[in-house]
């Protein structure tokens, strides 16, 4: 480093792996009955009314009803008291949660519980994204860090698709069908409680010197709350992540009420297998490119026009292809694509929202852009979810229609001046 006030700790590494650790169980547990929802049904049966708002869909929803009211407290703790209490704070709720959750697996109610409380640690670590780059990585990784970091939530979610599946009977034509959650969810409990003891251990708050210049001052909560509703382009990109954030919420929740959608009776998980295994390598891709090439908003208008496709190809299909088998192949492809473009926009747009935020706290930024798309996610899987999913193939087409207007909302943007003065700065030393 050319100035000795800086230095970048090999440590941080070591930090985002932790940090990657806990996000990945927090969403496996999101999702551990999404992708096996008619399995669970028959599980359940007789615990719940499957035609009231209290269903197999709500142990999803909850995640999002949960966000919307604890999302800023946990980014005022994350603020005011720092990533290892607002983290660790997560773990511990996270890991109680998830052996009560394993414990109790076949009452239906108690589960319920035990996803709320999960669903209550979720904010503690999903807002503290931003929060951790900027502590621990200079600017020029910052695209990279925060993109592995949501790269883990990915990763949680497509092991909740692809790997639930196969602790579950969920063939209708095989015996024993609906069994297997008490051992998957023990399982589950387990790895939890595991990851939340490892992030208790080896998270720390910040190294003895900040990795860059704009890690020393911050607004307090309210101040930098304030700043950030008063500027257009934060403003903007709420109601991107309002539409955008809301739309993967909403098809990463019902993937299996998809399928059915479709005709397909089994419930593989594989609409939302590949959609993940998309988005993990936009993921890992996109943000790169971002950090390379110093630029934001280009990047996640790429993000949102590529999304474009596969919102197209997973609502159509279902509307106009009536075979089965030409469908579902229609959509595991749609759903890739939606995957890749889409879900490596979630950290790209994160950074972006903290660069033209400064000097409020990350946390806030990030903080509310989840915020604004759990509520739209939520009312989304209500109304997809109404009257036995009987609407899903309209609000599916909606969706393909508001995402052009993502398209136009992001275009309208300007690109983040923070990271047009660090591509400066690179070309002056390069010149140098």
């Known amino acids: 480093m050319k100035n000795s006030n800086y230095k970048v700790y090999g440590y941080r590494w070591i930090i985002l792996t932790v940090f990657m650790l806990i996000s990945f169980v927090i969403q496996l547990q999101w999702l551990s009955h999404a992708a096996v929802e008619r399995p669970a049904e028959v599980f359940y049966q007789g615990q719940f009314n499957p035609g009231s708002f209290f269903n197999i869909d709500f142990l999803a929803m909850v995640y999002m009803l949960v966000y919307i009211i604890i999302s800023f407290p946990a980014s005022y703790i994350i603020d005011a008291y720092g990533i290892r209490v607002g983290i660790g704070l997560g773990a511990v709720i996270a890991a109680i949660s998830g052996l009560l959750k394993g414990f109790y697996a076949d009452d239906f109610l108690i589960v319920v519980i035990a996803q709320t409380g999960l669903a209550i640690a979720q904010p503690f670590v999903l807002n503290a994204v931003t929060a951790l780059t900027v502590r621990w990585f200079p600017l020029s990784e910052r695209g990279l ?22 602790l579950i009977e969920s063939n209708p034509q095989l015996p024993g069908y609906g069994s297997g959650f008490p051992h998957m969810l023990m399982m589950y409990g387990w790895l939890t409680f595991g990851a939340a ?19 020393l001052t911050r607004q307090s909560f309210i101040k930098g709350f304030t700043h950030i509703l008063k500027l257009r382009d934060m403003r903007l990109t709420l109601l991107v992540f309002l539409i955008g954030l809301g739309i993967f919420n909403a098809i990463s929740s019902m993937t299996d009420s998809i399928s059915a959608n479709l005709g397909v009776q089994d419930s593989d998980g594989r609409i939302g297998g590949l959609m993940l295994i998309g988005g993990i390598l936009g993921a890992i891709i996109l943000p790169i490119l971002s950090d390379k090439y110093r630029m934001r908003k280009r990047f996640i208008l790429i993000c949102t026009i590529g999304a474009l496709p596969g919102v197209l ?10 075979d089965t088998t030409t469908a579902y192949a229609i959509a595991q492809a749609s759903a890739f694509i939606l995957g890749f473009f889409i879900m490596s926009a979630g950290p790209i747009g994160f950074q972006y929202a903290a660069e033209i935020s400064y000097p409020a706290p990350e946390s806030i930024s990030q903080g509310l852009l989840l915020w604004i798309g759990q509520i739209s996610g939520l009312l989304f899987v209500a109304g997809m979810s109404m009257k036995n999913n009987r609407y899903i193939n309209y609000w599916m087409i909606l969706f393909s229609i508001l995402m052009p207007l993502v398209i136009g909302l992001v275009a309208l943007t300007k690109e983040s001046p923070m990271i047009i003065t660090e591509k400066d700065k690179t070309l002056m030393e390069k010149t140098d």
Do not use: C, R, W
């Open 145 to 166: 860090a925060a993109g592995f970091g949501i790269l883990a939530q990915y990763l949680g979610i497509i092991a909740a698709m692809l790997i639930t599946p196969m």
């Open 197 to 215: 003891v490892i992030t208790l251990i080896f998270l720390k708050e910040k190294p003895a010197t900040p990795p860059a210049a704009d890690n």
């Open 313 to 322: 190809g997973l609502s159509l299909t279902g509307y106009f292809i009536h």
